[in-house]
């Protein structure tokens, strides 16, 4: 119940777009295909990829209110995580029999209610989507190890199809997914799969450029400068650039790669070390030992690899973490491979024995000596931080501001937990089977803390951001406006914010953008015009008086009468 209340809770106001250009980006293609005329806009938008939209298109065409369209778009992202948690429990049926059931559901709960989930599913993101596709894919590599079966080979690469055309970052995973079947497939002997396997990705990267390709010339009509975060794709122009951007800035790679380790560290209550660790175990056996592995042991070393590429990768497309504060813990485009591997994290330190404290004194030893190092690069950076790209530091830092002082409470906590780990490790005695679950509870605890603070810091700019507008869009409707023009001042503003939410909340509206302002007292050109408060300040004639809407920062000039 918790997965469904929480992210629906506040969906009263929900009511339009506030993390702008991203999620005027994936509506952009379902503007498109329902019709509308969004150009001007969206070719001040970075390049978003068309899969998501074209869900969100049917979510328009069914709700033609913008704002309910936004609201089932929620609806939508929360039925996604409910099927998703439904996934995780039918991976621990498989993998951890000997846990009871009741306790596979808890730990498969806990491993999906983390800050980031939660928060991405109150926005017209895809991360829920992209959680419930890797999920799927992790379950369908589980049955083709056990099963061997062609249905489970076209399952996992039609879930990496949908993956790869929602954001081009699943190529990766897409990738993987294609190694690992082969591989399988040769293993077992089973050359019609293996066929199969290399045929249908074949075909799934074909089809994915095509819809790039019809993507950027309808929708974005190629006038848009591209963004290198969103456009990323497994060729051989960027593995290139990958390398040569690791090769010619090493040290801020090393330092880009600490902050997201560090962030999934504390993301994860730390229990990802276990799984990472059994990994090493496992590939150490297979090679030297010639011993089988069995289907833990190969989806255990699944998620590591695809986690670990998909963190490197990230490592590189946050490169210059200088710019944004929260790029240097940036997790967005990985933190979906974190919930299944957190589950079975979960599952390890319930179902091992002696090993797992001194696995997760690791764990702690290392963010002990990163977390003061990462949190000082932090406060370096002067920009501000998005903390729904990465909510567990943001917030902390939203708990407790003062650097010094929330270095001291994280390591204090962090040590009292090291010293525990290691009494339990050495101490036969101190064992028992419930301190998993009194981690668990701590671990939760603080889910709670961070949760609340980051989601009422979004709360208060999502309402920011709508009270901005809303005199704007009530003049606009009341008066039935069809066309007005944006003055954008390109020397402060590379994307028009404003623009694009009123844009969303009237949708047959056509805003034109325009970087100067016409010589309107002479021509009484018969038109709407929309300007901000640094646009205005190049035409002095432009006062606030003579606006017919004047509200925060917002100016409306209409000379249709």
């Given at each position: 119940m918790i997965i469904v209340i929480v992210p629906l809770i506040n969906i009263k106001s929900f009511c339009g777009l506030s993390l702008l250009n991203d999620e005027f980006g994936y509506w952009a293609t379902a503007g498109y295909l329902n019709g509308f005329s969004?150009?001007?806009?969206?070719?001040?938008?970075?390049?978003?990829?068309?899969?998501?939209?074209?869900?969100?298109?049917?979510?328009?065409?069914?709700?033609?209110?913008?704002?309910?369209?936004?609201?089932?778009?929620?609806?939508?992202?929360?039925?996604f995580l409910w099927i998703s948690f439904y996934y995780l429990i039918r991976i621990g049926n498989l993998v951890f029999p000997d846990i009871k059931k009741n306790f596979r559901v808890l730990i498969a709960a806990v491993s999906i209610l983390i800050p980031q989930t939660l928060l991405y599913s109150q926005y017209s993101w895809p991360e829920p989507l992209l959680l419930l596709l890797y999920v799927s894919i992790s379950y369908s590599m589980i049955l083709l190890v056990k099963y061997r079966s062609t249905k489970y080979i076209?399952?996992?690469?039609?879930?990496?199809?949908?993956?790869?055309?929602?954001?081009?970052?699943?190529?990766?995973?897409?990738?993987?997914?294609?190694?690992?079947?082969?591989?399988?497939?040769?293993?077992?002997?089973?050359?019609?799969?293996?066929?199969?396997?290399?045929?249908?990705?074949?075909?799934s990267v074909i089809i994915g450029l095509l819809l790039k390709e019809w993507t950027l010339i309808h929708v974005w009509s190629f006038k848009s400068g591209y963004s290198g975060m969103n456009t990323i794709s497994f060729d051989s122009t960027s593995v290139g650039g990958f390398i040569n951007s690791i090769i010619s800035h090493?040290?801020?790679?090393?330092?880009?790669?600490?902050?997201?380790?560090?962030?999934?560290?504390?993301?994860?209550?730390?229990?990802?070390?276990?799984?990472?660790?059994?990994?090493i175990n496992s590939c150490k056996a297979t090679i030297f030992n010639k011993?089988?592995?069995?289907?833990?042991?190969?989806?255990?070393?699944?998620?590591?690899?695809?986690?670990?590429?998909?963190?490197?990768?990230?490592?590189?497309?946050?490169?210059?973490?200088?710019?944004?504060?929260?790029n240097l813990v940036y997790?967005?485009?990985?933190?979906?491979?974190?919930?299944?591997?957190?589950?079975?994290?979960w599952g390890l330190f319930i179902q091992m024995k002696r090993n797992k404290y001194i696995y997760l004194a690791f764990g702690l030893i290392a963010s002990l000596i990163s977390f003061p190092y990462v949190i000082q690069k932090i406060a370096e950076i002067p920009t501000g931080f998005n903390y729904i790209c990465s909510s567990y530091i943001g917030g902390l830092l939203l708990a407790i501001p003062d650097q010094n002082?929330?270095?001291?409470?994280?390591?204090?906590?962090?040590?009292?937990?090291?010293?525990?780990?290691?009494?339990?490790?050495?101490?036969?005695?101190?064992?028992?089977?419930?301190?998993?679950?009194?981690?668990?509870?701590?671990?939760?605890?603080?889910?709670?803390?961070?949760?609340?603070?980051?989601?009422?810091?979004?709360?208060?700019n999502r309402s920011t951001d709508l009270d901005r507008i809303a005199e704007v869009v009530n003049y606009i409707s009341n008066n039935s406006i069809h066309e007005l023009d944006y003055l954008l001042d390109v020397q402060t503003e590379s994307y028009p914010y404003d623009a694009k939410l009123i844009q969303f909340l009237n949708p047959e509206l056509e805003i034109n953008v325009i970087t100067e302002f016409p010589k309107y007292f002479e021509t009484k050109d018969s038109t709407v015009y929309l300007v901000n408060r640094e646009s205005r300040k190049n035409y002095p004639a432009l006062t606030s008086e003579n606006a017919d809407v004047s509200t925060k920062g917002l100016f409306l000039y209409d000379f249709t009468d």
């Open positions: 969004w150009k001007d806009l969206i070719q001040l938008t970075p390049y978003y990829a068309s899969g998501y939209g074209f869900l969100l298109s049917i979510l328009l065409w069914i709700f033609p209110q913008p704002e309910l369209a936004y609201k089932a778009s929620i609806i939508l992202n929360v039925v076209c399952e996992g690469i039609f879930a990496c199809f949908i993956l790869t055309i929602i954001h081009p970052r699943g190529q990766f995973i897409l990738f993987l997914y294609i190694l690992m079947a082969a591989s399988l497939s040769i293993r077992h002997r089973s050359y019609v799969n293996t066929g199969l396997v290399i045929s249908l990705a074949a075909f090493p040290n801020l790679f090393i330092i880009s790669l600490m902050g997201k380790a560090e962030a999934s560290l504390l993301t994860t209550g730390f229990v990802i070390v276990l799984p990472i660790i059994e990994s011993s089988k592995n069995s289907s833990l042991d190969l989806l255990i070393i699944w998620l590591v690899i695809s986690f670990a590429l998909m963190m490197v990768l990230t490592s590189i497309r946050t490169l210059f973490w200088m710019e944004r504060k929260d997790m967005r485009y990985f933190d979906f491979c974190l919930i299944p591997l957190m589950f079975i994290g002082q929330l270095v001291q409470t994280v390591q204090i906590v962090q040590s009292i937990l090291l010293a525990g780990t290691l009494i339990l490790f050495l101490n036969q005695k101190w064992k028992t089977h419930y301190i998993p679950y009194v981690w668990m509870l701590l671990y939760a605890g603080m889910n709670g803390i961070i949760y609340f603070n980051v989601n009422n810091k979004l709360l208060e």
